[in-house]
């Protein structure tokens, strides 16, 4: 046999991904609202953290003024949101597999990924960044007057117009790419690209999704925080279980 033979066949650049149904995202829901009661003081103690660091951010942000709450804001939520997102993966991923979903379990995987969500983190921050002087320079190209009500049209027009497609760059290239890097050996890149492509493929059940999540999480942050306890882990059960119907990964070597 020649070494030729002995080497494994390349993996494809992009992830293969399913079609989905319109009902896929309920069917997420109810299987991560099923994790989510099967370890319920996982989830409580996950979703205490987040509101905690949530609460803990903001109030940092806004004693420091307007400037200060864009920057902490940003690279508070979007250094620290990965890895509590790859420990609660870990729960879904541990229940999957048939074991009892330990802290200790979430912390081994958090540090094996932190370097690729570090990478995550960097990329959707200089995406931020851009999307707030995208939003700077709206608002310095349509001015805006008191009682000038085509003005205040126009703005709002344009402002959700680059407000939805860095949304939903954002949105496309973290849905399904963090779940992945916490289940296989995959690099940042093949991620994000593997979740675009997915996103791109189900248009409409992945928009579906979005608006679920913007609902829900409106909803946590509209209780001062304390929906997010709940909300919080049980959307990232969900999204476990959406990358684990939508990716197969099955070529690439699960984390051990």
């Known amino acids: 046999m020649s070494v030729a033979d002995q080497q494994p066949a390349p993996r494809p650049f992009v992830v293969p991904c399913a079609r989905l149904p319109m009902g896929a995202p309920v069917g997420w829901l109810r299987r991560g609202w099923e994790d989510?009661?099967?370890?319920?003081?996982?989830?409580?103690?996950?979703?205490?953290?987040?509101?905690?660091?949530s609460v803990a951010i903001s109030v940092l942000a806004w004693s420091l003024g307007r400037f200060a709450l864009l920057?902490?804001?940003?690279?508070?939520?979007?250094?620290?949101?990965?890895?509590?997102?790859?420990?609660l993966y870990c729960v879904s991923r541990e229940l999957e597999a048939g074991r009892t979903p330990a802290l200790a379990?979430?912390?081994?995987?958090?540090?094996?990924?932190?370097?690729?969500?570090a990478v995550f983190a960097l990329a959707q921050l200089?995406?931020?960044?851009?999307?707030?002087?995208?939003g700077m320079?709206?608002?310095?190209?349509?001015?805006?007057?008191?009682?000038?009500?085509?003005?205040?049209?126009e703005f709002l027009l344009i402002g959700s117009a680059i407000g939805s497609i860095f949304a939903a760059l954002t949105f496309a290239s973290a849905v399904l790419s963090l779940p992945m890097i916490a289940d296989r050996e995959v690099d940042m890149i093949t991620a994000v690209v593997s979740s675009i492509h997915a996103v791109l493929r189900?248009?409409?059940?992945?928009?579906?999704?979005?608006?679920?999540?913007?609902?829900?999480?409106?909803?946590?942050?509209?209780?001062?925080?304390?929906?997010l306890v709940l909300i919080m882990p049980w959307l990232a059960y969900a999204s476990w279980h959406a990358y684990r119907e939508t990716l197969d990964a099955s070529e690439w070597p699960g984390l051990e």
């Open 126 to 134: 200089v995406v931020l960044l851009v999307w707030s002087r995208a």
């Open 105 to 117: 379990n979430s912390f081994t995987l958090a540090r094996r990924v932190v370097g690729q969500a």
């Open 202 to 227: 189900n248009k409409r059940v992945m928009a579906l999704w979005a608006l679920i999540i913007a609902v829900l999480t409106g909803i946590g942050f509209a209780t001062a925080f304390v929906g």
């Open 71 to 87: 920057a902490t804001l940003l690279s508070g939520f979007v250094f620290v949101a990965p890895l509590i997102g790859v420990g």
């Open 137 to 153: 320079m709206v608002s310095a190209f349509v001015p805006l007057q008191p009682g000038d009500w085509q003005a205040l049209f």
């Open 36 to 53: 989510l009661r099967r370890a319920p003081r996982l989830t409580l103690v996950f979703g205490l953290v987040i509101a905690l660091v």
